[in-house]
């Protein structure tokens, strides 16, 4: 799945309890689709309030159904699964270091924002390896310190390490949160889930 403030992007097959927890805790409309014909969506899909970017791959049919939301850009390089590869907010997006120049302008012209290319943990998918709200990051947590600087570099917003799941460091696998609120994955800590809330702003 991939989750924006106004959106959350699920598969046909989401259970209807899980869609219901994710309505309630994420306060979205709810966006059922496959990409690519895929149900692996928060891999192939990334973006912010202003752009959706896509697998080139996409469907006619999945591209309009993305499109009743707002903009969609599609990569049509090899390097195209979005949600890897991509992690943005409204203000900046950090990308693969790898992806090509011309693509990273593409990227930052559809989302409006500044791009940075960067590791976390030395990860080079970006999109898995942290999760990113407008109210706060969280990465990898062997991310090193110059990497953590470099982000803090590009926003105005706090960053902070975190896993989740009893110790898994690839945040993207087991993380939906958006401002509204948050859902982890059953095996996610006290102390991780202590993380999260503190990190994104949601501790009383």
Same mark, same amino acid.
């Given at each position: 799945?991939?989750?924006?403030?106004?959106?959350?992007?699920?598969?046909?097959?989401?259970?209807?309890?899980?869609?219901?927890?994710?309505?309630?805790?994420?306060?979205?409309?709810?966006?059922?689709?496959?990409?690519?014909?895929?149900?692996?969506?928060?891999?192939?899909?990334?973006?912010?309030?202003?752009?959706?970017?896509?697998?080139?791959?996409?469907?006619?049919?999945?591209?309009?159904?993305?499109?009743?939301?707002?903009?969609?850009?599609?990569?049509?390089?090899?390097?195209?699964?979005?949600?890897?590869?991509?992690?943005?907010?409204?203000?900046?997006?950090?990308?693969?270091?790898?992806? &090509?120049?011309?693509?990273?302008? %593409? /990227?930052?012209?559809?989302?409006?924002?500044?791009? +940075?290319?960067?590791?976390? #943990?030395? @990860?080079?998918?970006?999109?898995?390896?942290?999760?990113?709200?407008?109210?706060?990051?969280?990465?990898? &947590?062997?991310?090193?310190?110059? %990497? /953590?600087?470099?982000?803090?570099?590009?926003?105005? +917003?706090?960053?902070?390490? #975190?896993? @989740?799941?009893?110790?898994?460091?690839?945040?993207?696998?087991?993380?939906?949160?958006?401002?509204?609120?948050?859902?982890?994955?059953?095996?996610?800590?006290?102390?991780?889930?202590?993380?999260?809330?503190?990190?994104?702003?949601?501790?009383?």
């Amino acid at each position: 799945m991939r989750v924006f403030d106004d959106v959350a992007v699920i598969p046909p097959e989401t259970p209807e309890e899980l869609r219901a927890q994710i309505a309630k805790a994420l306060s979205v409309d709810l966006l059922e689709t496959t990409i690519q014909g895929s149900p692996i969506i928060g891999s192939l899909l990334a973006g912010n309030s202003r752009a959706f970017i896509v697998s080139g791959l996409v469907t006619e049919e999945e591209c309009d159904k993305l499109a009743k939301y707002r903009d969609v850009v599609t990569l049509k390089h090899t390097m195209n699964a979005a949600g890897n590869v991509i992690l943005a907010n409204d203000s900046f997006a950090a990308v693969h270091p790898e992806m &090509p120049s011309d693509i990273v302008k %593409e /990227i930052g012209a559809a989302l409006e924002v500044p791009v +940075i290319k960067i590791t976390f #943990g030395g @990860i080079k998918t970006v999109g898995m390896a942290a999760v990113a709200t407008n109210k706060g990051i969280i990465v990898h &947590p062997r991310s090193t310190r110059a %990497e /953590i600087q470099r982000l803090e570099d590009a926003v105005d +917003i706090p960053v902070g390490t #975190g896993s @989740i799941n009893m110790g898994t460091g690839i945040i993207g696998t087991g993380l939906l949160v958006n401002t509204h609120g948050y859902l982890a994955g059953n095996a996610t800590s006290g102390f991780e889930l202590g993380r999260i809330e503190d990190v994104f702003g949601f501790l009383e």
